[in-house]
């Protein structure tokens, strides 16, 4: 008995009991009510059994006798024997019909009367009128026989039997009429006896339930008041515990909770004491106060009556500072290292702790007494590895590990601060010292001046004295002892003047000594700047990459606590349903939060890219619509929305996604903090300032409005105008921040207007035309890829991707989830999920049962396409981020196996690029993360698709007769055409009927093919449906640009265009090569043979390392291309000068001398290149650098390493188109 060990009544032993208490009475029940059942049955079948039976033998009696007077009375008229079968039959048969009936009333002594007197009055019948009429016609008797039918003695016998056996069967309907009311009776018996069952069960669930939930949830309560009673402390050491007196599970929720919170108390007094300390010893600038300060605050912290600090000064610790200490107080001035318990802890750089202190230890004074300490508390101080100090505490109480924990925490920091003030001390003395010195040497240069000054004086009056001499021959003896005194006194100042040089030397020497020691420390402050910088720029792009591994685990919690939500199957409590609805809630609001900080962190590292577009009125003002009027109504607050008349019509270029942006965050901030009244969007055009031509999006509200001297504020980071804790409105500051960004991404700025209380309005300006919104010019692009030049060159083993193997046994052998790859039988429909989240493919997994497709699932790329190779599935869903082989690839591989192109690929991913998923074949794309509502849609779509047998097809072809031969190329009977001539009858046609596909030529009667497919993606239920452009305009690279940003493929009629348009609506249609005629699969088999698809053909190749020239080379060759290379744009240029007679060219874009965005460029300038297909090989695989490919003059690209049989692929189209 698990459930009541120890004397405890668990949970699940209440829970137990409950349900045993339950499915007893509902077991008595059952057996009352089976009993109640089979009576009724029983009665149900005499009833069913018995008077049917009853009444059809009546009945047969009945027909028995009027079979007998029918065919007497035409035996009579015709005298043909034939008429006597139907007499003689009845005659023989009625007798067998009456026993039976007889058994069936033998316990009804009525009936069995009147049955007696029927037989009776059928056999007077027989005998007095059958035979008798029917042997006077044999006999030939006619006026025995006209007397007998004027007696009519026969009718009169027929009328009283049928009198008879009507009487019968009233009293067997009445019978039967009481049986059915009994029965029904007992019915309105069963279903009170079943009502008070029912009403018994769930009173006695109820009681249960909430005998023992009330147990529960009373437990429950008191822990969330008392966890709520110390949250609302805010972290103050409240010592309040939890309370729990019962004997389940609950009291170990109260223990647990209970030692939970007595390690938050103590962490957070830690962090505190930590935070305290570090704020008491700033602002100081010498280090015996920076000792006193700290050795104060620990021994308050710790609770220490004494302390004293030694501070290291070489291999000796020197007392600085004390706490609490007295005159006369025992123990040493200073230790050396290793000497005592002092110098030993500096020396092990380790805490030591000292408990039951013995006597002649210090004792701790106060004015009522001495007292000795309990414990001893040693604790060393280091920085950087070495002790700058120990501290020695003295306490009356024991030390705690709490205590202990503390110290050994701080001390670090203590030392750090030592390290920082001596680091400061030391450079403030040299400086001091530095300048003293200067100002000696100073002193000291000008001392020699003036001594030199007296040498030079002196010298001019020895002169002087040398003419005396010599004119005065006579004095020479008597001042010759005078010159040589003079000439010693020369000559010690000569030699005093060479030791003052040699002193000066030495100052320099020293002067420069503390300069390197000042550069030195200004080069570590650099290091340290460039470290910082280094660190913020990291921060920045990992916050702008994160995206993915942020929203896959945020995908799967959002779909599985929508799931508990929902509570399909009725076994979760209200409060465990509105649990999933909070997590589903939080983890939406976290999501939103975490898109915020990576737009932010986008824009400040300069990865947030901007797309323009035309600006669809209509289409935006409709999702704020319907975005906000179901928040507007709730809140009963009135939504306009205006647009000037003079905009509708007005072509505008902007990135929609950012302008939907900046509008749903400005919404969003009226609708927060407006609580009645109304919020406005207003558009118009403007002019201000230096925006001259400006569309004006205004947001007002009549909320709160914002103070005066928070407008500065509100657009920075983190930051509202109620910043308090206890503020009334929620958020995180973010919205106008990153709506500033934008607009200024945008060319535009927002601007506000407030009145406290009044009310707010925000205006984004948005310039109407910007001229960074066209192509960028050649020096742009230049300037812009300037790096790519000088970057080193790719390794030839980077530049062909590594050969997958896909159709090993052992790619399949084992499942990485477990899935149905074993269960699988004939007529299964099997789901392929290709997903490497393991937890988002079991939930894919669930979702695909509860609709009874088998599934199978692989976590890798090349275990993907093994499964898809070995089982066929009927649907695949696939991800694109993925281990060994991503999915574009396996897109690519799937489309271009003759069994695999047929099967429908769902892509779910986090990749934002839709149009290229369908663009490479995929049936629909859906970004993740996405939400069960979702998923269940991509599952509908793939049922409905599977359903549909029959693909449509719409062609729009102004040509008769090319439209017929198109119509004839593509039929069959696995697809239904629909062929139109005009623009507008291909819209009547889409708004009617639901298409796979569309071809359609650029060149139509009423309206252009660029406003078609213009108004057709305008429509969001249109935006998914594949589009091929089959025209033979001539295209310029605007024109081709911007078709590829609607159509899935391009074809330009030619000789080989109507086999590359097969191909192109086979793919999109998903039809099974197997089904179609041999005519029809020899174009697919030509297009797709590798060995005769290129025979003739000639490239160039366009590379600037030899290593991948080579690599490339071989494997073109190997595939009958004639190749030709070089190895920089220059050489390209020139080598299609001298040979222009090129298919292709493969365009490397990382080139010295001429990048590859500047070599195509010059090609596309060149008359007889325009059409010449290029396709770039790019090391980039980001969005924005396949556009510039594009822009630049490729007709497609391919990013590196190279997957050889994606560009094949690409080769084949190309050079086929």
């Known amino acids: 008995m698990s459930m009541l060990r120890r004397g405890r009544f668990t949970i699940r032993a209440k829970i137990v ?315 040493a001035e200073s230790f050396r290292l290793g000497e005592g318990l002092v110098g030993q802890c500096a020396l092990e750089n380790r805490i030591h702790a000292i408990d039951e202190v013995p006597g002649g230890h210090v004792k701790i004074a106060t004015g009522l007494g001495e007292s000795p300490p309990r414990s001893i508390l040693i604790i060393p101080v280091h920085h950087e590895g070495r002790v700058e100090g120990v501290i020695e505490l003295a306490s009356l109480d024991a030390f705690t590990s709490l205590h202990l924990k503390l110290a050994e925490q701080i001390r670090g920091t203590l030392g750090m601060a030592i390290g920082s003030v001596l680091a400061q001390m030391e450079v403030k003395r040299l400086l001091e010292e530095s300048q003293t010195m200067a100002e000696e040497l100073q002193a000291q240069t000008e001392e020699l001046q003036q001594q030199a000054e007296e040498l030079k004086a002196q010298s001019e009056e020895l002169t002087a004295q040398q003419d005396e001499l010599r004119a005065a021959n006579d004095a020479l003896k008597k001042s010759e002892d005078d010159l040589k005194r003079q000439q010693e006194e020369l000559e010690d100042s000569n030699l005093e003047l060479t030791k003052r040089s040699e002193l000066i030397v030495e100052h320099a020497r020293r002067l420069e000594e503390i300069n390197e020691r000042i550069e030195q420390q200004n080069s570590l402050l650099e290091r340290q700047a460039s470290d910082l910088q280094t660190a913020s720029k990291y921060k920045s792009e990992f916050l702008a990459n994160m995206s993915h591994e942020l929203r896959t685990p945020l995908n799967s919690l959002l779909i599985l606590s929508q799931l508990l939500a929902e509570n399909k199957e009725g076994n979760l409590f209200p409060k465990q349903v509105e649990f999933a609805h909070t997590i589903h809630s939080s983890g939406s609001d976290l999501l939103r939060l975490i898109d915020e900080i990576l737009d932010l962190s986008k824009v400040e590292a300069g990865k947030m890219k901007i797309e323009m577009q035309p600006l669809v009125w209509e289409e935006i003002l409709d999702s704020l619509r319907r975005g906000f009027q179901p928040l507007a109504q709730r809140k009963n607050v009135e939504f306009l929305l205006n647009l000037e008349e003079s905009l509708t019509d007005r072509l505008l270029l902007t990135d929609t996604h950012r302008l939907q942006q900046v509008l749903k965050n400005l919404l969003s901030n009226a609708f927060k903090f407006t609580a009645r009244g109304k919020v406005e969007l207003r558009i118009y055009p403007t002019a201000h300032g230096e925006i001259a031509d400006a569309v004006a999006f205004e947001v007002s509200d009549t909320g709160i409005g914002i103070p005066e001297d928070k407008k500065a504020i509100i657009f920075e980071a983190f930051q509202q105008a109620d910043g308090s804790t206890s503020r009334k409105y929620g958020g995180t500051g973010l919205g106008l921040t990153i709506s500033r960004e934008l607009a200024g991404l945008l060319g535009g700025r927002i601007e506000v207007e407030s009145r406290e209380g009044e009310g707010s309005t925000f205006t984004f300006l948005l310039p109407a035309s910007r001229p960074d919104a066209e192509a960028p010019t050649e020096g742009e692009v230049a300037a812009a890829e300037s790096p790519l030049a000088a970057s080193a060159p790719q390794a030839a083993s980077d530049v062909l991707a590594p050969s997958v193997e896909w159709t090993s046994p052992e790619l399949v052998a084992d499942a990485d989830v477990p899935d149905d790859r074993h269960a699988l039988e004939p007529g299964d429909k099997v789901l392929l999920i290709i997903e490497d989240d393991a937890s988002f493919a079991n939930i894919m997994l669930d979702l695909a049962r509860s609709r009874k497709f088998k599934g199978l699932v692989a976590l890798q790329g090349d275990k993907g396409l093994a499964l898809a190779k070995a089982y066929k599935p009927d649907a695949i869903i696939l991800d694109i981020q993925l281990p060994v082989i991503d999915g574009w690839s396996i897109l690519e591989r799937l489309k271009q196996h003759p069994e695999l192109r047929h099967i429908p690929v769902h892509v779910i991913s986090v990749v934002d690029e839709p149009q290229q998923g369908l663009t490479r074949g995929a049936m629909a794309y859906l970004r993740k993360p996405a939400d069960k509502e979702s998923m269940e849609n991509a599952l509908s779509r793939i049922e409905a698709f599977l359903d549909r047998s029959l693909k449509r097809l719409l062609i729009v072809e102004d040509d008769v007769a090319l439209r017929n031969s198109m119509v004839e190329l593509i039929g069959h009977d696995d697809v239904i055409i629909t062929a139109v001539s005009t623009g507008e009858e291909a819209l009547r046609e889409l708004e009617t009927e639901r298409f796979d596909c569309m071809v359609m030529d650029l060149g139509l009667a009423d309206i252009s093919g660029f406003e078609l497919l213009d108004r057709i993606r305008k429509n969001a239920q249109l935006r998914q449906l594949p589009i091929i452009i089959y025209t033979g305009k001539e295209l310029d690279m605007r024109e081709e640009i911007e078709l590829k940003k609607y159509a899935e493929s391009i074809i330009i009629k030619n000789v080989k265009s109507q086999e590359r348009l097969f191909d192109e609506t086979a793919l999109f249609l998903h039809r099974v090569e197997a089904n179609l005629p041999e005519d029809r699969r020899n174009i697919l088999k030509k297009l797709y043979n590798n060995e005769t698809a290129f025979e003739g053909k000639r490239l160039l190749l366009v590379e600037d390392d030899i290593r991948n020239i080579f690599a490339l080379t071989n494997v073109l060759k190997s595939h009958h291309l004639n190749v030709s290379f070089a190895e920089n744009g220059r050489e390209a240029l020139e080598l299609l000068e001298k040979d222009p007679a090129f298919d292709l060219i493969l365009m490397d874009i990382m080139m010295p001398e001429m990048d590859g965005y500047e070599t195509m460029r010059a090609i596309r300038r060149m008359p007889q290149f325009d059409k010449l297909p290029i396709i770039a090989l790019t090391a980039k695989a980001m969005k924005e650098d396949r556009q510039r490919c594009i822009e630049a003059g490729a007709s497609d690209y391919i990013s590196k390493p190279i997957d050889i049989d994606k560009l094949l692929s690409l080769l084949k189209v190309w050079l086929y188109t």
């Open 17 to 331: 009991t409950g349900y045993i208490v339950v499915l007893l009475c509902l077991g008595a029940a059952l057996f009352l009510l089976s009993s109640r059942i089979t009576s009724m049955e029983r009665a149900i079948d005499f009833v069913t059994e018995h008077d049917i039976e009853v009444h059809e033998l009546s009945s047969q009696l009945e027909k028995h006798a009027l079979d007998m007077e029918t065919g007497m009375r035409g035996y009579v008229i015709t005298g043909e024997d034939r008429y006597l079968v139907p007499y003689t039959n009845a005659k023989s048969g009625w007798s067998s019909d009456y026993e039976k009936l007889y058994g069936l009333i033998a316990d009804n002594p009525g009936q069995l009367q009147r049955l007696e007197t029927i037989r009776s009055n059928i056999e007077e019948w027989i005998e007095t009128a059958g035979e008798q009429a029917i042997a006077y016609k044999r006999e030939g008797r006619t006026e025995s026989l006209d007397a007998f039918f004027r007696e009519d003695t026969g009718k009169k016998i027929m009328d009283r039997l049928r009198s008879q056996l009507e009487e019968f069967r009233n009293v067997e309907r009445e019978l039967t009429a009481q049986r059915v009311d009994s029965l029904d009776k007992q019915n309105e018996d069963l279903q009170l006896t079943l009502s008070i069952i029912f009403l018994l069960i769930v009173a006695l669930s109820v009681a249960a339930a909430a005998t023992i939930s009330g147990s529960i949830v009373r437990t429950i309560q008191a822990v969330i008041g008392a966890i709520s009673d110390i949250a609302a402390s805010e972290g103050v050491q409240s010592g309040k515990r939890i309370e729990v007196h019962s004997r389940d599970e609950m009291s170990d929720l109260g223990e647990a909770t209970n030692r939970l919170l007595e390690s938050q108390e103590g962490e957070n007094w830690l962090q505190s004491g930590i935070a305290e300390v570090a704020v008491s010893y700033q602002g100081q600038s010498q280090v015996d106060q920076v000792a006193r300060t700290f050795i104060a605050k620990l021994a308050e912290l710790l609770g220490a009556s004494y302390g004293v600090f030694y501070l290291r000064s070489g291999d000796v610790l020197t007392k600085l500072a004390s706490y609490a200490a007295s005159k006369g107080d025992p123990g």
